[in-house]
C-alpha cells in the first residue's frame, strides 16, 4: 500500500513539474545563425530545454538589429515568459531592456554584453557568457610559449615578435578585450609583440582568408612570425591562406603559428593535423546550459541558488574560458 502511495505520489510529482515547466515559454534571439560558434550554442540551449520540458523559438537576427527588435517584439506581443537575447550591436541593448522591462519580462543577455549601466537599469536583466580579456590572455600565452620554446620562430632574429593580428566584428566586448590582451600577454611573457599587420575579419573564415592572402601579398609570408585570430574561424581563413602559399602544410621550414578563439570542432581538426597552433575553449555548453537554467529560474521566480552556475554581482554568470593545444584537452 505504501509502495504504490510512494509510486503514485512520484507519478504526480513528476506529472507537475512537466506541465509545470512546459509552461514557461522562452522567445530566444541569435544576432546571426550562421556563425559556428553560435550554432553550438544554440544547440545546448535546445538540449537544455529539452531536457527541463520548457519551450524555445530562437529567431535569427541575420546580424540586423532591426530585424531582431521586430523579433523581440513579436515575442513580446506572444508574451513570453522570458527572452534570451544576443545582441545584434550590445550597444542597442537598452531599448531591449526597457522594452522587456515595460512588459514585466526578464531578459538573460548572452554572448555580447551590454554595458553594467545598461543592466543596472533593470532588477531582471542579466548577462551570460565568458571574461573576453581572460580568452585574449590564454591566447597569447600560447604564441608566447611556441615562441620561446622554438627559437626559430624568431625569423627575423630580432628577439621581437611580428604578428598579424585578425579581429572580430567592431564594438564586440570579444573583439576589443582578445585583441588586447592577447598582445599583452606576450609582453608579460618577455617578449616584444609587434603587429605588422592588422585587420577587422568579422569573425568570418572567408573575409579572414581574403586579408590573409593580401598580407601575404604584401609582406610576405617569411616575415610574419604568427597569426593570432579573435576566433576560430578567422583562425581557419588564415591557415587557408597559408595553405594556398605551400604553408602549414607539414613542413617546418614553412611554418607560421596560428592561434584562434572557440575551440570548434573544425578547429580541432586543424590543431590535431598541425595546421594551427592552438585555441581556447569557449564553452557553448556551459553558457547555452546556464542561460537556460537562468531563465526558467527568474521566469518562475525560484531560487537561482539551485541552478547549479554561481550568480556574480547579483547579474552574471561567468564560464571560464580554457586553454586548448595539441596533446592537451581536445
Ligand atoms: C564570440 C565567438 C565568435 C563569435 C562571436 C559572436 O564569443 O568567439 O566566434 O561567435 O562570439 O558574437
Ligand atoms: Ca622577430
Not at 522570458?82 to 541593448?93: E, G, H
Not at 567592431?170 to 617578449?191: C, F, P, T, W
Not at 607539414?250 to 573544425?266: C, F, H, L, T
Not at 564560464?319 to 586548448?324: E, F, L
Request: aromatic share 8%; hydrophobic share 40%.
Amino acid at each position: 500500500m505504501r509502495k504504490v502511495f510512494t509510486t503514485a505520489l512520484i507519478f504526480v510529482l513528476a506529472l507537475v513539474s512537466c506541465s509545470y515547466a512546459a509552461e514557461v515559454k522562452i522567445g530566444a534571439c541569435i544576432y546571426r545563425f550562421n556563425d559556428a560558434f553560435m550554432l553550438r550554442f544554440r544547440n545546448a540551449m535546445q538540449a537544455e530545454c529539452e531536457k527541463s520540458g520548457a519551450v524555445i523559438e530562437i529567431a535569427d537576427g541575420q546580424d540586423d538589429q532591426t530585424t531582431q527588435n521586430e523579433q523581440i517584439d513579436a515575442f513580446i506581443a506572444a508574451k513570453v515568459n522570458v527572452l534570451i537575447i544576443n545582441p545584434v550591436d550590445r550597444m542597442a541593448s537598452q531599448p531591449i531592456i526597457d522594452k522587456a522591462k515595460e512588459a514585466g519580462i526578464p531578459v538573460v543577455f548572452i554572448n555580447r554584453e551590454p554595458t553594467p549601466e545598461m543592466l543596472g537599469t533593470y532588477d531582471k536583466a542579466y548577462y551570460v557568457g565568458a571574461k573576453a580579456e581572460e580568452s585574449g590572455t590564454q591566447s597569447g600565452q600560447i604564441v608566447a610559449e611556441y615562441f620561446k620554446a622554438h627559437p626559430e620562430a624568431d625569423k627575423n632574429h630580432d628577439g621581437k615578435l611580428q604578428f598579424v593580428l585578425l579581429r572580430g566584428q567592431n564594438g564586440h566586448q570579444d573583439m576589443i578585450l582578445r585583441s588586447k590582451y592577447s598582445v599583452e600577454a606576450i609582453r608579460d611573457a618577455g617578449i616584444e609583440p609587434v603587429e605588422i599587420a592588422g585587420a577587422i575579419a568579422n569573425w568570418d573564415k572567408v573575409q579572414a582568408m581574403n586579408i590573409m592572402n593580401a598580407f601575404i601579398m604584401s609582406i610576405g609570408p617569411e616575415n610574419i612570425e604568427a597569426v593570432i585570430a579573435n576566433n576560430d574561424e578567422m583562425a581557419l581563413g588564415a591557415i587557408e591562406a597559408l595553405k594556398a602559399n605551400d604553408y602549414n602544410k607539414g613542413n617546418p621550414e614553412m611554418y607560421i603559428p596560428v592561434v584562434g578563439v572557440d575551440a570548434n570542432a573544425s578547429a580541432l581538426e586543424a590543431m590535431n593535423s598541425g595546421e594551427l597552433l592552438g585555441t581556447v575553449l569557449n564553452d557553448a555548453d556551459n553558457q547555452g546550459t546556464a542561460a537556460v537554467r537562468l531563465a526558467l529560474s527568474i521566469a518562475s521566480g525560484s531560487d537561482t541558488g539551485s541552478i547549479g552556475y554561481e550568480i556574480t554581482d547579483g547579474k552574471y554568470i561567468w564560464v571560464p574560458y580554457q586553454k586548448v593545444t595539441r596533446g592537451e584537452k581536445q
